[in-house]
């Protein structure tokens, strides 16, 4: 099988699991304890993984919280901060192509009095700013964007939103799982006061994941406890995951720096080449999505006279890709994100999501080049509708 669905999760790099083994055993320590030589270890660890981890995003290793994922730092932060804010009237900003795990805390804060705004995007996913900045108010406290879709790829203007957001002292919260370790992110410079990272997504292991708190903001934990991570989440910290996350970080920045591309075709080379080999040999095929301004490994399409699932029947597990979002591919709902360009029934039904990632070789896209083509062929010589 060909794995192209690396937006929905990524295969751990074997250096990150080579990295992780030793602190499920031998090095088994508690951080926390400070007696012995045990806990210091597991401590020195995580401290270094958290040094990873803020390498990776340009700020301060003291502003990583270690989390589960970018589920939870989208709910730490999102009600975190609102929770720390006292009584309202409170205002949060979003936009209709956030991940579920921002959409669905903003509609509990909603719930709870909060009003929301949630920001259209163009047909190619973007927002536009100005609009963002129109809809700032007195009472807006936190503005959430991400950086990258984990759809169709789009990239978000953060440097953009984060100068508004500190023009207007409003908070700046994004959602970088997609975009950590496949585009440059300096955090710091953008302005962005909090971000969520995910470690399955960049090579690391599931159940790992970080948010960026910028020093000096304040915010209400989720789980209480020992007071681990600064009293913002606390439990015994995880130290294989948080370990793992940390190289996976590094990895990343060493790849972003090209230091490690030893002959190897960069992923947006690859990316290109899928789609000129589609466009080469299939008529009526449309891409989803911003043409420039998107993440590397990313291809959204739509093919005329096809149906996404049938597709994907038709290539019988020989190349993993999806339909939408893994999470609303299940629901059976078509996705959120392709609705929001404003795209045709017709085109959202026919879209698949393809994700390359660090491990595809120009042969395996070009074999997934082939197979695609032939099945999209043959459903096409099957439908009534194909002239
Ligand atoms: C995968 C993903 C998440 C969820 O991350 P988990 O670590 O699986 O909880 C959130 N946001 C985006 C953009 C994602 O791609």
């Known amino acids: 099988m060909i794995y192209l669905d690396n937006h929905a999760t990524t295969p751990m790099d074997p250096r ?8 499920f055993s031998q090095r088994f320590g508690n951080p926390s304890s400070r007696g012995h030589a045990l806990g210091w270890e597991a401590e020195e660890a995580v401290e270094n993984a958290r040094a990873q981890v803020a390498a990776l995003l340009s700020v301060r290793p003291d502003e990583i919280v270690f989390t589960s994922g970018a589920t939870e730092s989208n709910n730490l932060a ?80 953060l440097d953009t939103i984060g100068r508004l957001c500190r023009e207007r002292n409003v908070l700046f919260h994004s959602d970088v799982a997609q975009a950590a370790g496949k585009v440059p992110l300096d955090l710091q410079a953008a302005g962005t006061d909090l971000a969520s990272v995910s470690g399955h997504k960049l090579y690391g292991p599931k159940g790992t994941g970080a948010l960026f708190v910028r020093s000096g903001v304040t915010l209400e934990p989720l789980v209480e406890g020992g007071g681990q991570e600064n009293g913002l989440r606390s439990g015994t910290l995880n130290v ?23 002959g190897t075709v960069p992923l947006r080379d690859l990316r290109d080449r899928l789609w000129e080999r589609l466009t080469a040999r299939l008529p009526r095929i449309h ?14 399409v739509s093919f005329d006279c096809i149906k996404a699932e049938s ?31 404003g795209l045709s029934s017709e085109r959202i039904d026919g879209a698949v999501r393809i994700g390359l990632g660090r491990f595809n070789t120009p042969e395996e896209i070009d074999r997934a080049a082939t197979l695609l083509c032939e099945a999209v062929e043959h459903l096409r010589s099957l439908s009534p509708n194909w002239e």
């Open 78 to 157: 999102l009600r975190g901060i609102l929770e720390a804010s006292g009584p309202g009237p409170h205002h949060v900003i979003t936009a209709a192509t956030e991940h579920e795990a921002v959409l669905a805390p903003c509609r509990k804060l909603s719930e709870r009095g909060i009003r929301v705004t949630v920001l259209p995007v163009s047909p190619q996913g973007g927002i536009d700013v100005s609009e963002l900045a129109s809809a700032i108010t007195p009472t807006t406290r936190l503005v959430s964007i991400m950086a990258a879709n984990n759809e169709i790829g789009t990239l978000q203007p």
């Open 311 to 341: 597709l994907l029947m038709a290539l019988d597990g020989k190349v993993a890709i999806s339909t939408g979002s893994a999470c609303a591919s299940t629901g059976g709902k078509p996705s959120h994100v392709l609705a929001a360009l």
């Open 240 to 262: 294989p995951g948080i370990v793992g996350l940390g190289k996976a970080c590094e990895l990343a920045m060493l790849e972003l720096q090209g230091a490690a591309a030893n």
């Open 287 to 300: 891409l989803n999505g911003a043409a420039d301004g998107r993440l590397p490994g990313n291809l959204n």
């Open 16 to 23: 990150v699991l080579a990295e992780m083994l030793p602190w």
